[in-house]
């Protein structure tokens, strides 16, 4: 590994560090799609940020852009309000025309502007290390490592500051405005980083890996804990194992370094989609199947209960009246045999005690709305379980 | 009772991500009654109408509509939604909604004729919303909305009406002009199953009742059940199942 | 070139027809489907599927090596399609939100496709792809055989659109209801969707996978400013999104260096801001006159009503009174007073006014009226 090499690595590290913070958020509050909107809309102020500084690396192009994307977000909530268009509509109507506005600008000044758009969308992580910065004349790094480190710097200072309101106005708008906390100012200051991180970052790997960078961790990481720490936590190893791999493979393959870390987060997001513990596909296809039959066989218990006529109580009654499925129905009464819910005598169906116990507290608990004790009342009760 | 029975419902379990939401409903519905569920909030008062309708897959039990399954007799039956389940800023006039009420005697493809925009008209003429039926339907009042939705269902000519809260959020003197409706179309030997909310005005309204708290509490005639003691069982806060043995 | 003549050269010359009928085919297309995706609150999924495609695109051409633009297009339709059903399986299946299913799949599946276009570029057989064009989009790189499929396609659509037409607009505006009258809701928006995922991949050599939303939303959402009735908005998206095409693509062939998607897109936003102000009844500044309208009224009211009080408590409706007691309420000014003389409600005679017959009944009628608006 050569030091070109290694900075490109911690490069993509710490922009994949610096997306996944805010990034972690915007999942939370369900506003994923404006990261995506933003990263399109900076283009306009990039293009005017670099009219008056001449430099992609300037901290007051990054400023400018940054403020398109505070602007799209308030352009996108004006439009909302006036309730022209649903929702959504508003962020598919605004970006295509800002980034329209930001392509044209660019073409018309081709020549006085070495910007591609290709490059601002793609960014291109493999020309990172050479553009050095140099103090005084002394190199001290490249200048996007620099520049992508004070934005992760700032990024953490103000989770650190603000983690508790971030916190609050992210789960209960409400209690956050009772306790004092603007729940406006934390939203724009949330846009105003995503906005930064997002300027910050496209030079090195375009605008559209930043969305993946900012979306992927942090939905692969929720689908993993319910705590939002660990979850804080889990986003940002994601983004930096993604970085990190994504540029071996880009390395193995010879292709684009932000599409490789991309497609890194991509086959992350698969697996853990699939295999998750608790919230993943398989889980819950599983979990649904177990509590199919084991909502069943409440059902059925429930049926005993209510019914003492014996015409009700017919093991054949399951299939003509209730309407199940044989292979159902069967499945049902072995679980309710197995877990000594029920005795059959001469293909009538009664419940054992237990059963008569497990059923009453059942119906207690539903209609009282704790459906959560249902499932610890199942540990209780259940040998096997559906 | 000698009547014939409009709807049959046998042992009926829905649940929602597999919370269980109605347990083990029997409920038998004679003809040409004027019927409430009443029951309180979360008590599965809409989704006893939606898993009968077919709207919601139960996971167990049944559903017959004068002896047959409901998907073989839908032409006998119509159904009014909670008005705040569609989106009433789409582009459409009342007239356009009420004659959707045809789509389904039309079957796939063909379109309205005159023969549906006349019954179309008349069912706007018998909820008096016939000098707005080219309004855009965001342009009406909640209660001129209620009407519409009703008029859809008029327009469907069926035997049974199933109407989820037709009286929220609207206006007295449509809420009277509604009930008069229902009670017109009991007299025509219909049967009219309306979900609702205000229990004062239950024995004015219905003949009919049934108590709903995910479970069923009871059902029967107005005169002989809606009593303090189905209300407390329904209602009330320390409330235990009794088992109707 | 300048507008002019490039009007005057679209009839003649081959390559600027094509182009033209190209966009404008496609603009009606995504115009009319577009509708239905604003309708039915779907308006990111064209943003997500058009990105979800690009893979296809690269895969199709690794596969069957061939640039020919049809295979591409079924690659970039199969990989939308994953695209689209992936996002249902993610938010039916998970606790995430459509929002980051949307933007998951978006930025997820395009990554992919840069690698892949990336990977492809370096091969040696490359031929130089020019697979870029999907990326932003070149109108001009459109043939005759383009536009013959765009236009198989938009004739297609249409025929399905108005065969099942009761159909679709049942579906978007009340599906249980559509339920519950025997449709069968998920083949119908199967049917929609699948629709929806076609008109956008067939603008991606045109427009773009970056620009392609705003094909889909812009012009529908014009043209509901402008009408109430659901086959009019379709017709005038129709419209507006064939006029953004052929617009678009006379101004980027007029001015040198523009590719022509951008300029669509702006074209077609322009169209968005006008309607948005302008449209009569939804409009914002028609809104807002209404408004300032409304308060004058209420004003005059306020005034007639005032008037009324006093000139009930005499037995002569038409007794005169002093100007000057006006004066010690709000909502008068000498200009109210003027209109309802103007209106033949007041009659002035000198610092007197009086109520005519006319003015006494519509204020009595107000009387009324808020009485039975306060029951």
Redesign the interface.
């Known amino acids: 590994m050569n030091s070109a090499q290694i900075e490109i690595q911690l490069i993509a590290s710490l922009v994949a560090i610096a997306c996944a913070i805010p990034g972690t958020f915007l999942?939370l509050r369900?506003?994923?799609?404006i990261?995506?909107a933003i990263s399109?809309s900076i283009l306009p102020g990039i293009v005017i940020g670099f009219f008056i500084t001449q430099d992609l690396n300037s901290p007051l192009l990054i400023l400018l852009a940054a403020l398109t994307g505070v602007i799209t977000v308030v352009l996108v909530e004006r439009?909302q309000k006036?309730?022209?268009?649903?929702?959504?509509?508003a962020?598919?109507?605004v970006f295509?025309?800002l980034?329209?506005?930001g392509?044209?600008m660019i073409?018309?000044n081709?020549n006085d502007i070495h910007l591609d758009?290709?490059a601002v969308?793609?960014g291109e992580l493999a020309f990172a290390p050479f553009d050095r910065l140099i103090i005084s004349g002394i190199d001290v790094g490249p200048k996007s490592l620099w520049i992508i480190g004070s934005i992760l710097m700032a990024t953490i200072g103000l989770l650190i500051a603000f983690f508790k309101e971030l916190k609050i106005s992210t789960f209960d708008v409400g209690l956050a405005a009772s306790l004092g906390f603007s729940p406006a100012l934390i939203h724009y200051g949330l846009m105003t980083v995503a906005s930064v991180t997002t300027v910050g970052a496209f030079d090195a790997v375009g605008a559209?890996?930043v969305?993946?960078l900012?979306?992927?961790p942090?939905?692969s990481a929720?689908?993993l804990t319910t705590d939002l720490k660990k979850m804080l936590g889990l986003a940002i190893v994601f983004g930096v194992f993604s970085a990190i791999s994504g540029y071996w493979l880009?390395h193995w393959?010879?292709?684009?370094i932000?599409?490789?870390?991309?497609?890194i987060?991509?086959l992350l997001?698969l697996v853990i989609?699939l295999f998750a513990p608790s919230?993943?596909?398989i889980a819950?296809?599983y979990r649904?199947k177990q509590?199919?039959t084991e909502?069943?066989l409440?059902?059925?218990l429930?049926?005993l209960?209510?019914h003492?006529e014996e015409r009700e109580r017919h093991v054949n009654h399951l299939q003509e009246?209730?309407?199940?499925q044989k292979v159902r129905a069967k499945t049902v009464l072995d679980l309710a045999l197995k877990n000594n819910m029920i005795v059959i005598d001469k293909k009538i169906v009664s419940l054992t005690e237990k059963g008569d116990e497990f059923t009453s507290l059942a119906?207690?608990y539903?209609?009282t709305?704790e459906?959560a004790q249902i499932e610890d009342m199942k540990d209780d009760f259940f040998l096997f379980r559906g | 009772m000698d009547k014939k029975l409009a709807v049959q419902i046998?042992?009926l379990?829905v649940?929602y991500n597999?919370?269980?939401v109605l347990?083990?409903i029997?409920l038998e519905i004679p003809e040409g009654v004027l019927m409430a569920i009443v029951g309180p909030n979360?008590a599965g008062k809409s989704t006893l109408i939606k898993a009968t309708l077919g709207i919601l897959k139960p996971?167990?039990?049944?559903v017959s509509i004068y002896g047959k399954p409901y998907n073989k007799q839908r032409s006998l039956v119509a159904y009014v939604p909670q008005k705040g389940s569609v989106d009433w800023?789409f582009p459409t006039t009342a007239l356009d909604v009420v004659l959707m009420g045809t789509y389904g005697s039309l079957g796939w493809i063909k379109r309205p004729g005159l023969k549906e925009k006349k019954a179309a008209l008349e069912a706007l003429e018998k909820v008096g919303m016939l000098p707005f039926k080219d309004r855009q339907i965001s342009q009406l009042s909640g209660g001129q909305q209620q009407r519409i939705f009703l008029a859809r269902a008029l327009v469907q000519d069926a035997s049974i009406y199933f109407m989820d809260e037709p009286f929220q959020g609207v206006d007295a003197t449509t809420e009277i002009a509604i009930i008069n409706i229902l009670k017109e179309l009991r007299k025509a030997g219909k049967t009219v199953i309306v979900v609702h909310h205000d229990l004062q005005t239950v024995p004015e309204y219905f003949d009919w009742v049934t108590f709903l708290?995910?479970?069923k509490i009871a059902t029967g005639p107005v005169k002989d059940i809606f009593n303090d003691d189905n209300l407390t069982k329904t209602y009330g806060i320390n409330?235990?199942?009794s088992?109707?043995? | 070139m300048d507008i002019q003549e490039y009007f005057s050269l679209v009839f003649s010359d081959y390559t600027l027809r094509t182009i033209t009928l190209g966009t404008a085919i496609l603009g009606a297309v995504t115009g009319m489907l577009g509708s239905f995706a604003?309708l039915r609150?779907q308006?990111?999924l064209?943003?997500a599927i058009s990105?979800a495609a690009l893979p296809g695109i690269a895969i199709a051409f690794l596969i069957t090596g061939a640039k020919d633009s049809n295979t591409l297009l079924i690659g970039a339709l199969v990989s939308g399609l994953i695209g689209t059903f992936w996002i249902r399986?993610?938010v039916n299946?998970?606790?995430?939100?459509s929002?980051?299913a949307?933007?998951?799949i978006?930025?997820?599946?395009?990554?992919?496709?840069?690698?892949?276009?990336?990977?492809i570029q370096?091969q040696p057989n490359a031929n130089q792809a020019g697979l870029?064009k999907y990326?932003?989009g070149q109108a001009a790189t459109l043939v005759e055989s383009d536009v013959w499929l765009m236009a198989i396609v938009t004739g297609i659509c249409l025929f399905v659109l108005l065969l099942f037409w009761k159909e679709f607009k049942i579906l978007l505006f009340d599906k249980d209801y559509a339920k519950t009258l025997g449709f069968n809701t998920k083949s119908i928006d199967i049917l929609i969707t699948s629709f929806i995922v076609l008109a956008i991949v067939l603008g991606l050599q045109t427009v773009g996978v970056?620009?392609m939303?705003?094909m889909?939303?812009?012009p529908a959402?014009a043209a509901?400013?402008w009408t109430n009735s659901l086959s009019k908005m379709v017709f005038l998206a129709a419209i507006f999104g064939a006029f953004s095409g052929v617009f678009g693509t006379a101004i980027s062939a007029s001015?040198n260096?523009?590719?022509t998607?951008?300029?669509i897109?702006?074209v077609a936003?322009v169209f968005?801001i006008f309607s948005?102000i302008f449209s009569p009844n939804?409009g914002?500044l028609f809104r807002q006159i209404r408004f300032i309208a409304n308060r004058r009224d209420l004003e005059l009211q306020k005034t007639l009503a005032f008037m009324y009080r006093i000139a009930e408590t005499h037995e002569n409706i038409s007794h005169p009174h002093a100007i000057k007691i006006l004066n010690n309420f709000q909502g008068f000014t000498r200009k109210t007073l003027q209109k309802l003389v103007d209106k033949n409600y007041v009659t002035l005679d000198g610092t007197m006014w009086s109520l005519t017959e006319k003015g006494f009944e519509t204020a009595s009628n107000l009387y009324n009226q808020q009485a039975i608006n306060d029951e």
């Open positions: 999942v369900k506003m994923a799609m990261s995506d399109h439009i006036t309730g022209l268009v649903k929702e959504d509509t962020i598919g109507l295509p025309a980034f329209s506005i392509v044209i073409a018309k081709a758009v290709d969308l793609l559209i890996l969305v993946a900012m979306i992927a942090a939905a929720y689908l880009a393959l010879d292709a684009s932000a599409g490789s870390i991309t497609t987060l991509g997001f989609y919230k993943g596909l819950v296809m649904e509590q199919r909502v069943s409440l059902t059925f429930l049926h209960k209510n003492s009246h209730i309407n199940w119906i207690d539903i209609i709305n459906d | 046998d042992d379990t649940a597999y919370k269980p347990w083990d029997d979360g996971i167990a039990g049944s800023d708290n995910v479970k409330y235990k199942v088992i109707q043995e | 604003v609150k308006s990111l064209g943003d990105h399986g993610i299946k998970t606790h995430l939100k929002d980051t949307l933007g998951l978006l930025s997820l599946f395009f990554g992919f496709g840069m690698l892949l276009l990336t990977f370096k870029d990326l932003f970056v620009l939303s705003a889909l939303l812009a959402a509901r400013q001015q260096n523009l590719s998607g951008p300029v897109v702006i936003s968005v948005f939804r914002l």
